[in-house]
């Protein structure tokens, strides 16, 4: 019993790490990748304290925007 637990969870990360390992297929989600790539516009938006965050004050900085509309 404990073998055969084992054996299962063992397959089951194989299989889980088989799919995370493979390439996304971007054709098939209709993603078109910019060529060559694009700079982000010049923006700047608000922090949490209302202080203006200017986007190339972040440059070599990983950025991660969230928009949130509640209409």
Known sequence: M???L???GLASLLLAG???AAAP????MNVQPY???K??????L???NGKAV???SLKGKVVMLVFWATW
């Open 6 to 8: 084992l054996a299962a």
């Open 46 to 48: 608000p922090d949490l």
């Open 18 to 20: 088989a799919a995370l």
């Open 2 to 4: 404990r073998t055969s």
């Open 35 to 37: 060529d060559p790539p």
């Open 54 to 56: 200017m986007l190339e």
């Open 39 to 44: 700079a982000a516009p010049a923006f700047s």
């Open 25 to 28: 297929d971007f054709v098939r």
